[in-house]
């Protein structure tokens, strides 16, 4: 194969054939081809998209340029979960202990937060000790002991998705359906656990800015998986301010504490329940069952001994008061009275950023401190002087005059009532 | 300026500005952008195109990134050939003893050959000890002495086009309109020649394999010449079979030498004579006054004598019965009879690369012995077993028979005569 005419093919809308693929991805994980071609690849993708079947052949050929774990063949009843990337979005580490707390095995491939999005990866790193399995061994291990396993996805799985995710960060190529969908089943493909639960965003703090963008992605997701024998069920939710009420790895942590305990804030709270719900249907509970079971684990303390079980069968210290605080806190307030007509949810992930709980770019050091806790909320009346949210600085040293204006600014007051929008918006599944 | 925005931009069909472009041309040229960024951008702008602006910003900024000659302050009246590249086509090494024989100063930036036509750099080099220059001082010093100057882009002039071209070739982003103009356009503009004549090919041996992409190139280089100060002529020209009758280094400047001692290449010699007329019309001669000069410098041995001048001022022995020979010669005859009615230019050039006469990659060698010759032109009538072409293979070891194949079928043998041509299909000029 001329790569130089593979790169043209698609240049000109042509569609590419297996071998193609092939090439392009073998290229990629092998480091035989120059990242200049693979990047020019990449963009005429993005521009052009790509069809159905040629993403199941990107998604195949990324799966197998790595180690496949067949944890489906072990746990056939066992669920995987995955966000398109939110903000202030903990569910990770709500859904693991809740599901598993009402007996379905669960298997998360988290990965490490870039742009203004946090990772699960780097939200457990913040509890002390906590390793995530980096082989099958360590998967399998961590399930027999809990009934849940983090992974983290390592060296040996999808090495193509890690190569091509590292590029569409830096040539502005990450928001292509069919990439999106590449880089997301072939890890899951690679795993291998045979059921899925996806929450795709959309909205101002997502990828998908657009509803249409976001279902479209949503069906190309769960019709990938399902032609990979994957029992998917896709829910398309809303992400056009904030999740719940926390930013950054510590932050987050605690606000799922505080949802397994049954204190947590309303909207995470909700849509933790909406999936988790998905996840006991799929597993054959009916709807209502499930609902009931899902509030009895969290009512019983059931969900919130799961954590603690889990977080020891992964070498973490279950002492979640011990979690990095914050060197101080600052808080800003409405400078008018009025009701909060929207919160910029991508804007209070760039300030979380600019404290160090998140990544401009892969290598990073992320500060388990930094973050933020927004207290006003879409359709709140606020008094002036009311507080809008709190930075939590870590270690370190910022400038603050900016970042105040900016977190000010992202909170739109107003002084009609803003239309409320359901947090749950579609729901797509996959028939295998 | 975050260059990812800048390359979002062009992806979603937005227009850069003069940061934007800035950025770019000063990253590659300074290196402090990578290759996957760079190859990105130059994608996007190859599928979204650019604007007369964008286009003019990208030449001016690639200009500006290294040395400017401005030996058109020195030599107002001197003139600067170009072709956007044809196979067998020697023209400049004509032109340029022809037009300086009937008193205009030539300039000419001549190029190394990549992919499947050759460059005139590497057909000099076919002359023992010729040397382009290299600096303004080079240059002058050439032309005070013969009247020509025979440049080679060297690495101070237009260092971000070095570096793009490079990139463009193994990125399939050479296709692109506005990549072309800049290219070219940059480094005519550094080294400052004020008069162009340009040679637009189309066809299926040119870049432009329809006559429209051919004419809205010679428009868009037109154009930004004359924003820039530079009177320009472009003709577009037929590039549907090979001009001359010669590929390869040494086949070529013997073919140069056919035309300026009256016995050449009709079409060749035709084609020489068009963009030979409109130098002389550029420097104010009546356009049949140009023609009759330019007749009589050939039948007169002036231009003759001025190509054994201009070799001697660049270091060379003329005594092209010096030249390098093929080591042994091959030649395909006409599997049937009837009449030629296409001949594959592009297939031929690569025919003559694997030979060795051109490069695949930047860095390959050139063997300048090595290429073939043409007996069989479009629209004459065969005998079955009349000679189409002979190879004439160097030093490089070749495996003979998928070239023969290949250079037999290169020659499409029918029944009726095709329909004859134009060789100069349109003229565009620019308005200072």
Redesign the interface.
């Known amino acids: 194969v001329n790569f130089?005419?593979v790169?043209?093919k698609k240049?000109d809308g042509r569609e590419l054939n297996e071998d193609d693929v092939r090439a392009f991805v073998g290229g990629a994980a092998r480091g035989t081809l120059?990242?200049?071609?693979?990047?020019?690849l990449?963009?005429?993708i993005?521009?052009?998209g790509a069809s159905t079947r040629e993403t199941t052949l990107l998604v195949e050929a990324m799966r197998d340029s790595g180690a496949c774990w067949r944890l489906g063949d072990a746990y056939p009843e066992a669920v995987d979960k995955h966000s398109t990337g939110g903000v202030g979005d903990s569910v990770s580490l709500i859904f693991a202990p809740l599901v598993a707390a009402c007996g379905v095995p669960v298997t998360m491939m988290a990965g490490a937060g870039l742009g203004h999005t946090q990772g699960t990866l780097d939200k457990l790193a913040s509890i002390q000790g906590f390793r995530a399995a980096g082989n099958r061994e360590e998967a399998i291990a961590r399930i027999e002991r809990c009934g849940v396993c983090f992974a983290a996805q390592s060296q040996e799985i999808a090495p193509a998705d890690r190569k091509l995710y590292a590029?569409r960060?830096?040539?502005?190529?990450v928001p292509s359906s069919a990439l999106i969908v590449a880089s997301i089943m072939s890890k899951k493909l690679a795993v291998g656990t045979k059921r899925l639960i996806l929450d795709v965003k959309w909205g101002t703090g997502a990828f998908c800015k657009k509803l249409a963008e976001a279902e479209e992605l949503a069906e190309a997701l769960v019709s990938v998986a399902a032609s990979a024998g994957v029992m998917t069920s896709a829910l398309v939710t809303d992400m056009n301010e904030p999740l719940g009420n926390c930013l950054g790895s510590a932050a987050e942590v605690r606000a799922a504490v505080e949802v397994l305990e049954g204190r947590g804030d309303r909207r995470l709270t909700e849509l933790t329940m909406a999936l988790a719900a998905e996840a006991l249907v799929m597993a054959g509970r009916p709807a209502d069952e499930a609902a009931t079971a899902l509030r009895a684990a969290i009512e019983g303390g059931a969900a919130r001994h799961k954590l603690d079980e889990l977080v020891l069968a992964h070498g973490g210290r279950p002492e979640f008061t011990h979690l990095p605080r914050p060197s101080r806190t600052v808080t800003v307030t409405a400078p008018r009275a009025g009701v909060v007509r929207a919160v910029d949810g991508e804007a209070l992930g760039w300030v979380a950023v600019s404290l160090g709980a998140g990544r401009r770019r892969q290598g990073d050091e992320v500060d388990p401190a930094a973050g933020l806790v927004v207290h006003a909320r879409t359709g709140d009346r606020l008094l002036a002087g009311a507080p809008l949210a709190t930075l939590e600085i870590g270690a370190r040293d910022v400038s603050l005059d900016p970042l105040l204006d900016r977190l000010t600014q992202a909170f739109e007051l107003g002084d009609e009532a803003p239309q409320a929008r359901p947090l749950v918006v579609a729901r797509f599944k996959g028939n295998l």
Chains 1, 2 share one sequence.
């Not at 120059?34 to 020019?40: F, H, K, N, V």
């Not at 960060?169 to 190529?173: E, L, P, S």
């Open positions: 130089v005419e790169i043209a240049r120059g990242d200049e071609q693979l990047a020019a990449l963009m005429a993005c521009i052009r590029l960060d830096v040539t502005a190529t």
